[in-house]
């Protein structure tokens, strides 16, 4: 009860220090947000006119050439143009609920440090100390890692638009062109800018088969390559987690299905139990999982079953990034988020073979397809061309002595009809074959249909 009787009198006059120091020491302030880095202002004057949670009152003019008033004076010019407007949203500061918390703070600890009974009320801190105390405060959280990565995103996207409004970058390597890019300037901005600063965390937890680990040599090969890759990357990989954009869950779904899902049993218990496991352990170990909810994680599955998978835990599924060579958007794929990963079979382990092919004007066959009846479209695709047209070639099983791959070097196009899932390798090989494949599929998304 006596620290009750104490401390609510020191409140109260705390806020009356704070409020009237503020309109008492109007220069002095804006000479502490002067030397403030100018997204550390302007970004909470965006935050706490959203979240009402500032003592800082914004008011709008009509021109955008002056600087919004706060509190009815007009900050200094050269904080305004230390960004560029865009860059002036792209961090969060908390200037105004710092510099009250550092006058609260500064006279409830000289009020502390005197005899209670020899005081006839709080002390209030001199402006400048307050000041100088949340200059403090604010140093120590500057450089935090997330605010580093932050701004390295935030160069990349001024980067971007400069490509978007035309600018080309430098590379003397190669500059894509032409039109089967969106925009070739902003792809090719954005992959630089990815080989430049893209950091992924690898979590380390897990054994083989299951983790870190995967099949090159079957039509699931691209989710054990990347597996793999990334075990032995030293441009993109990071050893440091607090330096990573975003984090890779080490899981082969194929693998799962290989070693974990008893034959036959449909019984899909074993396969969820085992995500589930595995985000309940680097969770608690780590704290990234639970500081995003999973939305800069991902995972990587070339099985058809890779999105039921996903779903074992709810915020994997709903919120994290899903590597998917099954993009199908009726099985809950989301290309907001989601990224459609190329499948192919490498029964060698590699492409060796895959690639070439006779020029467009020596080929003779018009359209090629052959694979196994399966799915609702394919029986439709051999209904009306197998064995009827001299220029389409269509078969379920290809005559024998003739090569799947050679007549896919011959043909103009090649047909890539789903068949019970959307994905198909005949993309892939396709274009290595020089083939333009031709996509019959429903909520299919192509790889790399975003750029």
């Known amino acids: 009860m006596k620290l009750m009787v104490l401390m609510v009198p020191l409140i109260l006059v705390s806020g009356f220090v704070v409020i009237f120091g503020l309109r008492s020491t109007t220069t002095s302030s804006w000479d502490f947000i002067a030397r403030q880095p100018a997204w550390l202002w302007w970004g909470h004057i965006g935050n706490s006119s959203l979240n009402g949670a500032s003592s800082v009152t914004v008011h709008a003019k009509e021109s955008d050439e002056s600087p919004p008033l706060i509190n009815g004076f007009s900050p200094p010019p050269q904080a305004v143009e230390a960004l560029p407007f865009e860059d002036h949203f792209a961090f969060g500061g908390f200037l105004s609920a710092e510099y009250t918390l550092a006058c609260s703070a500064v006279t409830v600890t000289n009020?502390?440090?005197?005899?209670?009974?020899?005081?006839?009320?709080?002390i209030a801190a001199p402006a400048n100390e307050a000041l100088d105390l949340a200059s403090k405060t604010r140093h120590k959280t500057e450089h935090t890692s997330l605010e580093k990565l932050e701004a390295g995103l935030q160069k990349a996207r001024v980067a971007l638009k400069e490509a978007k409004n035309g600018k080309?970058?430098?590379?003397?390597?190669?500059?894509?062109?032409?039109?089967?890019?969106?925009?070739?300037?902003?792809?090719h901005r954005s992959y630089l800018e990815m080989e430049k600063q893209f950091k992924v965390f690898v979590y380390g937890e897990g054994e083989p088969p299951v983790f870190h680990n995967g099949p090159c040599r079957s039509i699931y090969s691209m989710e054990?390559?990347?597996?793999?890759?990334?075990?032995i990357d030293g441009h993109f990989r990071t050893k440091d987690p607090d330096k990573a954009h975003v984090y890779f869950l080490p899981f082969s779904v194929a693998m799962m299905v290989r070693f974990v899902y008893e034959?036959?049993?449909?019984?899909?218990?074993p396969i969820r139990r085992t995500v589930s496991d595995y985000i309940n352990l680097i969770s608690g170990k780590y704290p990234f999982w639970n500081r995003s909810l999973g939305a800069d994680h991902f995972m990587l599955a070339c099985h058809d079953w890779g999105p039921e998978a996903s779903f074992s835990v709810p915020h994997l599924g709903k919120i994290s990034i899903r590597a998917l060579c099954n993009a199908n958007t009726s099985e809950k794929f989301n290309p907001i988020k989601d990224v459609s990963l190329p499948e192919i079979n490498l029964l060698t382990g590699s492409i060796k073979g895959f690639v070439g092919g006779l020029s467009p004007s020596k080929r003779s066959i018009l359209a090629f397809f052959a694979g196994r009846l399966h799915g609702p479209i394919r029986p439709v695709v051999l209904e009306h061309w197998e064995n009827k047209d001299d220029d389409i070639k269509v078969h379920q099983h290809l005559p024998k002595g003739i090569s799947y791959y050679e007549m896919m070097r011959r043909s103009k196009f090649c047909l890539c009809p789903s068949g019970y899932e959307v994905a198909s390798p005949r993309i892939v090989e396709a274009l290595y074959a020089g083939c333009v494949p031709v996509l019959i599929s429903d909520h299919y998304v192509p790889p790399f249909s975003d750029v």
Do not use: C
């Open 111 to 122: 009020v502390l440090k005197q005899d209670v009974s020899e005081t006839s009320g709080p």
């Open 168 to 187: 080309q970058a430098d590379d003397p390597d190669y500059a894509p062109a032409g039109p089967m890019y969106w925009n070739a300037k902003v792809f």
């Open 224 to 231: 054990g390559n990347f597996i793999h890759r990334m075990e």
């Open 263 to 269: 034959r036959d049993s449909r019984d899909f218990g």
